[in-house]
């Protein structure tokens, strides 16, 4: 009886290494089951979110993780990796520190929401415009961020360089930050007024 059970708990324990060996992979499967965090490559998304906040985002990761919970969110609210555009400043978040990233190109980029020769598009699919090599729309956009008006927070000049941005997206206090018009069509996508760092805007969310 006791060679029975111990040869019956050996066979079972045999059986569970081997399903082990069988689904190597399986706990990153789980982790991801539809490769909802993996890299959109070179055609991406962004989107502005749906609710809005005042200046005070918690810095860079604090605004990346709005992003991936709003509602707005092309890939379900919470899923995806996701950054918000928005220039911070050193050793956080830029993009570039010359005019249009010309002197050090991409070598600029500082955890910079965009990547470089990629294109971006609208969640529809309308294209946006496709960046250059420092990962900037440094030639223009087809068509607007979006077809909805929204203020959104950007802390850009119209260059590229970082503008006002509410002590780092950290104080709703402050004086000014900088915002862009979706709609637009120009630099004033990301560079259109400076409205107190208590009043409520969007952000523009970049997959990664």
């Known amino acids: 009886m006791i060679y029975m059970c111990l040869r019956r708990c050996a066979l079972a324990f045999?059986?569970?290494?081997?399903?082990?060996?069988?689904?190597?992979?399986?706990?990153?499967?789980?982790?991801?089951?539809?490769?909802?965090?993996?890299?959109?490559?070179?055609?991406?998304?962004?989107?502005?979110?749906?609710?809005?906040?005042?200046?005070?985002?918690?810095?860079?990761?604090?605004?990346?993780?709005?992003?991936?919970?709003?509602?707005?969110?092309?890939?379900?609210?919470?899923?995806?990796?996701?950054?918000?555009?928005?220039?911070?400043?050193?050793?956080?978040?830029?993009?570039?520190?010359?005019?249009?990233?010309?002197?050090?190109?991409?070598?600029?980029?500082?955890?910079?929401?965009?990547?470089?020769?990629?294109?971006?598009?609208?969640?529809?699919?309308?294209l946006i415009g496709v960046t250059n090599g420092s990962g900037i729309f440094a030639s223009g956009i087809s068509n607007s961020i979006s077809s909805t008006l929204f203020n959104v927070w950007t802390g850009l000049n119209s260059n590229w360089q970082i503008n006002t941005n509410c002590n780092g997206w950290a104080d709703s206090t402050a004086a000014a930050g900088t915002t862009g018009t979706s709609t637009s069509l120009s630099d004033t996508a990301i560079n259109a007024s400076q409205p107190g760092c208590g009043s409520g805007n969007h952000l523009y969310c970049v997959e990664q």
């Open 14 to 126: 045999t059986a569970i290494l081997l399903a082990g060996c069988a689904n190597i992979g399986l706990l990153d499967q789980l982790e991801d089951p539809a490769g909802a965090n993996r890299s959109c490559g070179a055609d991406c998304r962004i989107f502005v979110t749906q609710a809005n906040f005042n200046a005070n985002l918690g810095g860079a990761p604090g605004a990346d993780q709005k992003c991936k919970q709003d509602f707005n969110n092309p890939r379900g609210p919470g899923v995806g990796p996701w950054k918000a555009m928005l220039a911070v400043g050193a050793p956080s978040r830029l993009a570039c520190t010359s005019t249009n990233c010309t002197v050090g190109g991409a070598g600029e980029n500082i955890d910079w929401a965009m990547k470089g020769n990629t294109t971006y598009r609208r969640p529809d699919g309308t």
